[in-house]
């Protein structure tokens, strides 16, 4: 054992015993780090005055809720999580604290501070275990549809090209263009991903990301794949940024970022490259395309009228393998999108997705799940820095949950990747508290349950054991939380259709259907612009005065 671990070790020994703390907690040092710099705080806690005070202060937060927001909602924000459960968003919550230095339980994610929480419905209207891309009809389009289709209601049947026509539904994302504002979209998956996709495109499978993916009967009855869409249907969104890049060039083009690797190729049959066209479209509209975080930052936003950004030839990698000096986070992203934006004077809307808190469930990699979920967070409060309340409705939820939980009896402080602290009392193993219902972490070893501890059970790409053996563990059908902030944020309360998401928006903003109650002059149904109040209140302030 190296020098300087021994130290640390007897540090940590000692601290457990001068804190009067379990000598469990001493074991391993990550417990004693998290049991030491809680050790004040639990203190604290067993004084029942601590608690009450926390609480009246809670309290009297709620009750200035009473004062609601009403104004006209100038800017919309929708961050949407894929796959981010509530069990999801609670071991976020700790992980998060847990990077800081703190015990976990008791850290507040952004998302927790919005005062509005609601739950939404998931099912599809033929599943009901949903899938990201009928569940994105839903929450981007108001209309639920069936699993596997993008754009289009009920009506249209998965990979039948020619229920397409008659069934497209638009999104709030084209309610907000026609209605003069800017829009855009930021996403950690593929740009023609299920969740962005259902923004712009109409298609009964999601999965033609390109012509190449398309039977030949569906092209030749007019259908068109994914990528095109997102450049033909609604003409100059303001910003793209995510990954996708294969999708966008002709058959073979070899990959700007990786040349010589030919999965990442361009994947078009019919040799457009669509980014030239691209380009060549916006070069008198300060229209920008960039491929890596360098290009990215080096951007003035006020000099940027238009942005496409392609940082990968598919999804982007996960945060925890991110290559920081290439690749640009959610939230470095996020801070360009709404720079450019926001200078709009008639707002903007911006989906933003954290889209691989899904790939790492499904991968059954909840190391690297959470991370994704904690970053998209970081993006959460960027956000939040770059715009108001006042005149900004932001909204964050998910579209399912996956069959991922945690539990085991773990001690407060328990690293949210680490072992319950108990042995199974049937195999007399022990067991992470991080479970998945099934997936690929299903192992037998000689007959038996794999013993985690003879491996390492905290590294990134670690497959939690799971109940039933598959290749890529399953979304789940449980209600999702909607936290929401900002004008009539109230609207989303109680448990409601996944669908209705899109309305409130639309009728906080005064775009799409919802714009006659804009123009009420009495009752609660009027919306009154921001400068309304503020002018409200310097008249108030001068009569004082």
């Not at 994610?109 to 839903?138: C, H, I, R, W």
């Not at 691989?356 to 469930?361: A, E, L, T």
């Not at 007959?447 to 399953?474: C, F, H, K, W």
Request: one cysteine or more; charged letters at 20%.
């Amino acid at each position: 054992m190296r020098p300087f671990f021994i130290n640390y070790l007897a540090t940590c020994v000692t601290s457990c015993v001068v804190s009067n703390l379990p000598q469990r907690h001493c074991l391993t040092p990550h417990r004693c780090l998290y049991s030491t710099t809680r050790a004040a705080d639990r203190e604290q806690e067993k004084d029942p005055k601590f608690w009450n005070t926390w609480a009246q202060r809670t309290l009297k937060n709620a009750l200035t809720l009473q004062n609601l927001n009403k104004n006209k909602a100038k800017n919309l924000i929708f961050f949407l999580g894929d796959g981010m459960g509530v069990p999801t968003v609670t071991a976020a919550r700790i992980l998060k604290g847990q990077l800081n230095g703190q015990s976990g339980e008791e850290t507040l994610l952004e998302m927790d501070k919005f005062p509005f929480v609601s739950l939404a419905k998931t099912y599809n209207t033929n599943a009901q275990v949903p899938d990201s891309a009928g569940t994105a009809t839903a929450f981007l389009c108001g209309v639920k549809a069936n699993e596997g289709t993008v754009g289009v209601s009920a009506a249209a049947v998965r990979s039948q090209c020619n229920t397409t026509e008659g069934n497209e539904v638009t999104s709030i994302l084209r309610w907000a263009k026609d209605a003069g504002k800017a829009v855009g979209i930021v996403t950690t998956t593929r740009v023609n991903h299920a969740t962005p996709s259902a923004a712009y495109a109409h298609s009964v499978d999601r999965e033609w990301y390109s012509d190449s993916e398309m039977p030949a009967e569906a092209l030749q009855a007019g259908c068109k794949d994914i990528a095109r869409q997102l450049f033909e249907n609604i003409p100059n969104i303001d910003v793209v940024l995510g990954g996708g890049r294969k999708y966008m060039f002709p058959k073979n083009k070899s990959d700007v970022e990786y040349p010589n690797v030919l999965k990442h190729s361009g994947t078009r049959k019919d040799g457009r490259n669509l980014v030239q066209e691209w380009t060549d479209r916006m070069k008198d509209k300060k229209g920008h395309y960039v491929w890596n975080k360098k290009q990215l930052l080096s951007l003035n936003p006020n000099n940027v009228d238009y942005l496409l950004g392609l940082f990968e030839p598919g999804d982007l990698t996960y945060d925890l393998e991110r290559n920081t000096d290439n690749d640009p986070s959610l939230t470095e992203m996020v801070e360009v999108a709404i720079k450019i934006l926001r200078k709009n004077p008639s707002g903007f809307y911006l989906l933003v997705e954290g889209g691989r808190i899904d790939h790492g469930h499904h991968e059954g990699k909840a190391k690297q799940a959470l991370h994704e979920a904690v970053e998209m967070d970081r993006a959460i409060g960027r956000a939040g820095l770059l715009t108001s309340i006042h005149d900004t409705l932001t909204i964050v939820t998910a579209d399912h949950s996956h069959v991922f939980n945690f539990g085991g009896y773990t001690v407060r402080g328990n690293t949210i990747f680490g072992l319950a602290p108990r042995v199974s009392d049937i195999d007399q193993k022990p067991f992470t508290s991080i479970l998945y219902g099934n997936g690929p972490g299903y192992k037998i070893v000689n007959g038996a349950r794999e013993n985690v501890s003879t491996i390492d059970y905290q590294e990134n790409n670690y497959q939690a054991q799971a109940a039933v053996p598959l290749s890529m563990e399953t979304h789940g059908g449980e209600d999702v939380a909607v936290f929401a902030k900002g004008p009539l944020a109230h609207l989303l309360h109680g448990v409601h259709e996944q669908n209705y998401i899109p309305h409130v928006m639309a009728y906080a903003a005064c775009i799409g259907q919802n714009r006659e109650h804009c123009l009420a002059h009495s009752g609660t149904a009027g919306l009154r612009p921001v400068f309304s109040s503020i002018a409200a209140i310097l008249t108030a302030t001068r009569l004082l005065c």
